[in-house]
């Protein structure tokens, strides 16, 4: 067994302040272990737990107990047993959630995220990447590099994690054999080469037995160091490099108790900010002078444990601080206050890197929310340029991305975002996507650069405005918004609602279903993806004829509750009406105008809403014409009564 | 360019992690209530939050889940800092429970079904809490080292471990449904000595059970309990005897063993704390339940 040679129990024992002053000034390095299902991780954890005695003694008789019952190393202690957590995985002996563990030496604090090695468990290493500084690849000495070699590598070097350390384990069992090293390490180079991985190390070592973890082992004479906690407590974490980028701190809450105080507090996300520095408020572009770092003071003079009492001279990338300005200048949640004469980017389209987490496939054109430090968007992927084949690293075709896979796409946001490229600043350009109506968190993404489409494309400021076009026609613009199975009668209440409007002056147009798919969206088939790209080009031009004053009726099947919202989202609050023409399917079916029903039963035609396509009824829409309680001219007359209603 | 600047410690990481969850949740959660159970990590924790919000109050209750029977002291300490902190104090207690008179030690098991894990749940159903903040963390067991900073709950306050949200860099999703909830466990990476050197340099004021002291004690089933007020019920014959303990964790009175100690101050119960060869909840009944799945089926049925 090798010494525990980090926690020095004679110091604590003898000078129990002269520890404590250590440990207060101990800086924390988190990292990840990755590798395939018996490559050793948990045991290689177990191992630096134990090592540095933060397994305590009832634990320990437990894990005895445990190692003999269930344990899969003979008679002796069974490490992966302390950290495999969950019930349902002690029994499969796998790990199946990101586990996180702690550990000291005496120059550090470690958090340690426990991996799991399956493919299908992908989205669990992402997560556990996402916050580490250090990923340790575990390779089992007596197999060499894996295809899930190659994958968590280039998993860890995506989320931007530059120390990368080659656990070459198990070592002890291929007798501690130099040459088997070697060539491990030159195949792993050879590799991490070709994947834009500039630099890892190496290291000889033995979970079980314990070698080269905490000290040099006697049975690998030919390797000179470092051991792997060694080489823990000296990288570099990312936290100190982030403190000399550019200052950026992302606004969580404007703090206002009282009209002397008004206060943005956030987590700095990189860079540096004192008192009498110029900032710039994001996206806005207003710029001011900070005139205070606020923190609680709190403890004895000099004592506190963010370095302070009360207002701090300079806080850096790290720290949860809330500043002061000179003026008052709006600023609020998910603006990102920067150094005034090096201020983020703002765009609404990028292309970007996107991970997918969930069961349900990415749905091209679908409207996302789309989280980025404290900004939240609505947002669309377009179809992938490319997924990536994360076994052989290759480029291949892809209409969409399912659980576990990996991307490149365009992704457009409906309002401007203030980013970063996710390799110069991971909070400003990380984000997640989440689904509206599960609120799911069903993607990761990396944003990598705006699309020159934003940034040239201004939006033209014109002197003829909404409501001047409005106010000609003498009405207030709307798009009713007629949605409900095929047959339910949209087209023909549709068509009487615009026959009564036109006879009262007003200014209409009808957008067909049928009928635009004859044109504009003649190139667009009956896929979810097609139906929602449809549904989105008349949305916009819905909204470019509501620009102009009309007032628009549209008759579309529009199945998809998401698609709908989106639209919604499109215009100025109250002018669209979701109309939801209620018929039951079977009295659709029976009535069947256009003979697809009979159609869609015999197989001929795929992808028809309420055979072999859903529909997503509104759940409160601002007008319900139940079919069957009253006539087409009946449910024309209530429509138009409720539109007018609120002239 | 600034010159380098000196890299944070982990306690000042831990502690901005610590904010940034605690805003988090009050930017985006329509009623967050932060659980407060009087102990050592409840402190922090709330010291914490009103570090965040600083220098208003932060804009949100304390609820305790009182069972009755907590130490004297910890009521004594409760009332204190909600004063304190200028925070509206909610205290709830399971009726039903009351009602039929529900004790540790006429009720085993049931006692903290009934008052914590029951009690809790209505308590949160009463006020329409959407997100409740508590001071769990993840080294203090293992299932909960596998569980998110923002955990969430079902409309009927089920965990379901097999299918919790990632959680990536510090981005938290607290999007729900109505009738759903979250428990947010700020402090999820700091360990028992990380809480013992944080009160330390911050000079938290804690419940003096954490110091040692002559108090008087009975043994049950291995357990050093204190005969904290007249409710005790002693076996026939049996005399509490005075001896200088402190409690590691603090919970019910007669469920929470003491240890035997001479630590009066704060470094020499952290010395105590590293030197000693059991772990924190060791003291604790309430894991041995249900063999070594004990927490994990806990936290299904709602225990926080």
Known sequence: MSEPIYVTDQLIADDIDAYLDTHQHKTMLRFITCGSVDDGKSTLIGRLLYDSKMIFEDQLDALHADSKKVGTQGQEIDFALLVDGLAAEREQGITIDVAYRFFNTEKRKFIVADCPGHEQYTRNMVTGASTADLAVILIDARKGVLVQTRRHSYLCHLIGIRNLVLAVNKMDLVDYDQATFDAIVADYAEFAKSIGIESFTALPISGFKGDNITALSANTPWYSGPTLVEHLETVEVNSARDAEKPFRLPVQWVNRPNLDFRGFAGLIASGSVKPGDEVRVLPSGKTSTVTRIVTMPSGPAGASATGGDGDLPEAVAGQSVTLCFADEIDCSRGNVIALADQPPQVADQFEATLVWLNDEALIPGRAYWLKLATQTVSATVQPPKYAINVNTLEHVAAKTLDLNAIGVAEVTTDKPLVFEPYGENRTLGGFVLIDKLTNATVAAGMLHFSLRRAQNVHWQALDISREAHAALKNQKPAVLWFTGLSGAGKSTIANLVEKKLHRMNRHTFLLDGDNVRHGLNKDLGFTEADRIENIRRVGEVAKLMADAGLIVITAFISPFRAEREMVRAMLPEGEFVEVFIDTPLADAEARDVKGLYKKARSGQLKNFTGIDSPYEAPINPEIRVDTTAMTPKEAAELIVARLLGDD | ?304
Request: glycine share 6%; hydrophobic share 40%.
């Open chain 2, 1 to 304: 360019m600034a010159t380098a600047h000196t890299p944070l410690t982990h306690l000042q990481r831990l502690e901005a992690e610590a904010i940034h969850i605690i805003r988090e949740v009050v930017a985006e959660a329509e009623r967050p209530v932060m659980l407060y159970s009087v102990g050592k990590d409840s402190a922090v924790m709330l010291h914490l939050a009103r570090k965040a919000f600083y220098p208003a109050p932060p804009p949100f209750p304390l609820l305790h889940v009182d069972t009755t029977w907590k130490f004297q002291d910890m009521y004594a300490l409760r009332d204190r800092m909600a004063k304190e902190s200028g925070m509206d104090l909610l205290v709830y207690q399971n009726p039903e429970a009351a009602e039929r008179g529900i004790n540790p030690f006429d009720h085993g098991a049931l006692h903290t079904d009934m008052w914590k894990t029951e009690g809790l749940k209505q308590a949160l159903d009463k006020y329409g809490f959407d997100a409740a903040f508590g001071g769990a963390r993840r080294d203090e067991e293992k299932s909960r080292a596998k569980e998110r900073i923002f955990s969430f709950r079902t409309a009927s306050h089920g965990w379901d471990p097999k299918n919790q949200r990632p959680e990536l860099w510090n981005l938290y999703n607290a999007r729900k449904n109505k009738g759903e909830s979250i428990r947010v466990f700020p402090i999820s990476n700091w360990t028992e000595l990380d809480v013992w050197q944080y009160i330390h340099l911050n000079d938290i004021p804690i419940v003096p059970l954490y110091f040692a002291a002559k108090r008087p004690t009975v043994e049950r089933d291995g357990l050093l309990l204190m005969v904290d007020d007249d409710r005790f019920p002693l076996k026939p014959g049996e005399v509490p005897t005075l001896r200088s303990i402190r409690f590691r964790t603090l919970g019910c009175y007669p469920l929470t063993g003491a240890v035997e100690s001479e630590a009066k101050t704060l470094p020499e119960v952290i010395q105590e704390t590293l030197l000693t060869t059991t772990s924190e909840r060791q003291g604790r009944a309430i894991d041995k339940d249900a063999g070594g799945a004990g927490m994990e089926v806990k936290k299904q049925q709602g225990y926080f």
